[in-house]
């Protein structure tokens, strides 16, 4: 059995030259996290299955002629990793410009995990030329389809299809023509969506986000609290401007592991109805 302080399950490497420990099933780019290391990373996130696509996250591990997706490969021991070195840096700066350099110059949120990274590595724009850019889809009357600022890093597709089990969003063609699609390339509205937006909280770059661009509000504070529908105890956080819920996101605890339901992440407007009764009714005679 194991114990807290059993320590067979790990493995001992260096990372930045500071000796780390990662625990059995960790990736490089975990333990990396765990230690306060910080690695770019874009395709990578809590709770989804790991794609390795977008290679923001590449080290440089010693003895190796390639550089490695750190949120896909397990530390053994003894090895040496480098994250900020020279080449490793170079690699991700490149990786962080092209994506720079694909999006459309258009904001759909303040929260871009692109435009973060980008600010770390002061890459303000981009030498590289970008691409067609798709227009955007509004027929969803909760979600806001803004293609021009999507990188592909698939972690719509996979909170979609893995986490919520509908399999509405899929990866279509290949190469340059590659393209995040609904059902078979219909509008979003028009798709078998069931508004669960879970795809909305996986995106990191604003490609999805919550309708009537509330994405772009600066959110004066956050309310942590649980869904008020049925009795399964979803934790969730209310962003809030100028006393009026704004949108809602899923936080982690044991019922719903941050996911949330089309009740729980949209049925809020309740709260603000000029209808709704803000002081007990009593029945008189008569």
């Given at each position: ?22 625990t ?8 990396a996290?765990?230690n306060g290391v ?5 395709c990578y ?6 794609a ?6 590449v080290v ?12 896909c ?14 080449r490793?840096?170079?690699s991700q700066?490149?990786?962080l410009?092209l994506?720079?350099g694909?999006v ?6 303040n929260?871009s ?10 890459l303000?724009?981009s030498?590289?030329?970008?691409r067609?850019q798709?227009?955007g ?5 909760a ?14 597709v ?5 986490e919520?089990n ?8 290949r190469g340059?023509?590659?393209?995040i ?5 219909d509008d979003?509205g028009a798709s078998?969506?069931?508004?669960c ?9 604003g490609a999805l ?9 600066k959110i004066?504070?956050k309310?942590d609290s649980?869904?008020p ?7 969730l ?17 044991p019922?719903n592991?941050?996911r ?6 949209y049925?809020?407007d ?6 709704r ?10």
């Open positions: 059995m194991t114990t807290a302080t059993d320590t067979s399950d790990q493995v001992s490497f260096t990372l930045n030259d500071q000796r780390v420990t990662a059995s099933g960790e990736t490089i780019l975990q333990a996290r765990r910080d690695i770019p990373h874009l996130a809590d709770g989804l299955a790991t390795g696509n977008c290679r923001a996250c440089e591990i010693d003895g190796e002629r390639v550089l490695a997706p750190s949120c490969r397990a530390p053994t021991e003894g090895m040496k990793v480098s994250s900020n070195n020279a490793a840096r170079r700066s490149l990786v410009e994506l720079r694909e459309g110059e258009a904001s759909h949120t929260d995990e692109l435009d973060h990274w980008c600010g770390q590595y002061d303000a724009q030498r590289f030329g970008g067609h798709p227009k889809d509004l027929s969803h009357p979600i806001a389809v803004n293609m021009e600022s999507c990188i592909q890093c698939t972690r719509c996979r909170a979609c299809r893995e919520q509908n399999d509405v969003i899929g990866l279509a063609f340059a023509h590659a393209q699609v609904f059902d078979l390339g979003m078998s969506c069931v508004g937006g879970e795809c909305v909280q996986a995106c990191p770059t986000m919550p309708a009537g661009d509330v994405g772009l509000k004066d504070k309310v649980v869904c529908y049925c009795g399964v105890g979803c934790l956080t209310y962003h809030v401007k100028d006393n009026e819920i704004q949108f809602v996101t899923g936080r982690n605890g019922a592991k941050g949330l339901c089309v009740k729980g992440r049925g809020f309740y709260v603000s109805h000029p209808d009764l803000t002081q007990p009714m009593i029945r008189k005679e008569g």
